[in-house]
Every structure is written in structure tokens, then in C-alpha cells.
């Protein structure tokens, strides 16, 4: 089935370190892909998606590039914050649900120290 | 932020007692969504709606429940509760069931239900 496998967290860097958190997934269909970001006490909310192969989505100063060839969508920073720390998701959707149901990774817990 | 009220916020209840988690919406979106959101496992999908009165069962359903009478609220009941269902629980509701378009899900945030 589909499924989306991202790297185990925490991960812990300082103020203006880059950052960068793999995803990759496996998929029968064409997906969609996304990040999504979750504060501390809060519901989850989209940072970038992506909806076929070679676009790049970007937001905040994050980027991910859909790599059909890799089957990956890694998120990139250049530069964080103290308050970029906060669990990021990657998710699917395929293009043939018309449900809107996504299938999420397991998160990853970013870290960052001033 | 999307118009989305997650009650209660906090739960604990005893194993073998039914509860009823509410999510309520002011988008008048057509889709909405529960997920229970686990250590290890991200977020999985319970069961979701398409309007009014159709549901279907999502990857975790088994001891779950839902019914969606109005637009506006999607319920969720735990028919016995057991100590597997603790959690965190999270309702989304999307404007179209499209997500590779513009209408991404958005998320409430969330009840932590704890079953001792």
C-alpha cells in the first residue's frame, strides 16, 4: 500500500543551521505530496505542497522538491529559527482519491537551541 | 484560521465507557476527517465524511464510530473504550476531497482522551 517514511526525529541544531528532513514514499498511483507543521499544543498545519514531478513547493523559507526518480520529498531550511522547532509530517494524497484522505509519516521533531 | 472547534479538549474516561468526541465547523466544508495522532505512528485516519450522512471507515475504525447529521459537526464515538484508544485526537475538514488543488485539509486542535 502506500506509505510515506520519514527520518526518526528529534533533531536538535542551533539557530541558523540548516536543516534538512528526508521523506520518501511509495506510491501505485500519481501522488500529491505535503509538509505539514505542528506546534506545540496545536492541530497540524500545511506548510508546502507539491503536486507532481520536479515542482518545488516553499513556504517560510522551507523548500521540498518532488523527485519522481528518488521517490522523495525532503524538506530544507537554510537558515532556522527557535521558532521553526515543532513536529513536521510528510503526507500523501494520490490523485485518484477523490476522498482527500492523506497518508502521514510518522513526524519528525525538530529541536532548536539559540 | 479555519473555523474549527474540537470539543472536549481534554478527556479521561474509564475502559468500557462509550464517548463522544464533537468537532464543529463554520467553513461549511464538505469533507471532514478524524485521526488519532500516536507516537511512532503519525496521524491515521478513523473514518471521514463526504456530506451529510455518508461516511466510510478509514485504516483504524475497528472500536469507532461517527455520524454527521449536519454540515456542521462530525461526532465521534467510542463505543467501549480500552487503554489502545488513548490518544490524541484530531478532526481536519477539507473544502474539496481534491487535495492536489487548493484546498488543503485543515486541522483542529485536537482532544487528548486518556482511558484508564
Known amino acids: 500500500g502506500d506509505s510515506v517514511t520519514q527520518m526518526e526525529g528529534p533533531v536538535t541544531l542551533s539557530e541558523e543551521a540548516f536543516l534538512t528532513i528526508n521523506c520518501t514514499y511509495t506510491?501505485?498511483?500519481?501522488?500529491?505530496l505535503f509538509w505539514y507543521v505542528q506546534y506545540p499544543g496545536e492541530g497540524l498545519q500545511l506548510l508546502l505542497k507539491?503536486?507532481?514531478?520536479?515542482d518545488k513547493g516553499s513556504n517560510k523559507g522551507f523548500e521540498a522538491t518532488y523527485r519522481k526518480e528518488t521517490t522523495s520529498f525532503h524538506l530544507e531550511k537554510g537558515s532556522v529559527q527557535v521558532s521553526d522547532s515543532a513536529v513536521y509530517f510528510c503526507?500523501?494524497?494520490?490523485?485518484?482519491?477523490?476522498?482527500?484522505?492523506?497518508?502521514f509519516g510518522s513526524g519528525t521533531q525538530v529541536v532548536v537551541t539559540p | 484560521d479555519a473555523g474549527i472547534t474540537q470539543s472536549p479538549r481534554h478527556k479521561v474516561t474509564e475502559t468500557g465507557t462509550p464517548v463522544t468526541l464533537r468537532c464543529h465547523q463554520t467553513?461549511?466544508?464538505?469533507?471532514m476527517y478524524w485521526y488519532r495522532q500516536d507516537p511512532g505512528h503519525g496521524l491515521r485516519l478513523i473514518h471521514y465524511?463526504?456530506?451529510?450522512?455518508?461516511?466510510d471507515k478509514g485504516e483504524v475504525s475497528d472500536g469507532y464510530s461517527v455520524s454527521r447529521s449536519k454540515t456542521e459537526d462530525f461526532l465521534l464515538t467510542l463505543e467501549s473504550a480500552t487503554s489502545s484508544q488513548t490518544s490524541v485526537y484530531f478532526c481536519?475538514?477539507?473544502?474539496?476531497?481534491?487535495?492536489?488543488?487548493?484546498?488543503?485539509?485543515?486541522f483542529g486542535n485536537g482532544t487528548r482522551l486518556t482511558v484508564t
Open positions: 465524511s463526504y456530506g451529510v450522512k455518508d461516511t
Open positions: 481536519a475538514i477539507s473544502e474539496s476531497g481534491a487535495l492536489s488543488g487548493d484546498s488543503p485539509l485543515h
Open positions: 503526507a500523501l494524497s494520490l490523485t485518484t482519491d477523490s476522498w482527500g484522505k492523506l497518508q
Open positions: 467553513e461549511n466544508h464538505r469533507y
Open positions: 506510491a501505485t498511483g500519481y501522488p500529491s
Open positions: 507539491a503536486t507532481k514531478a520536479d
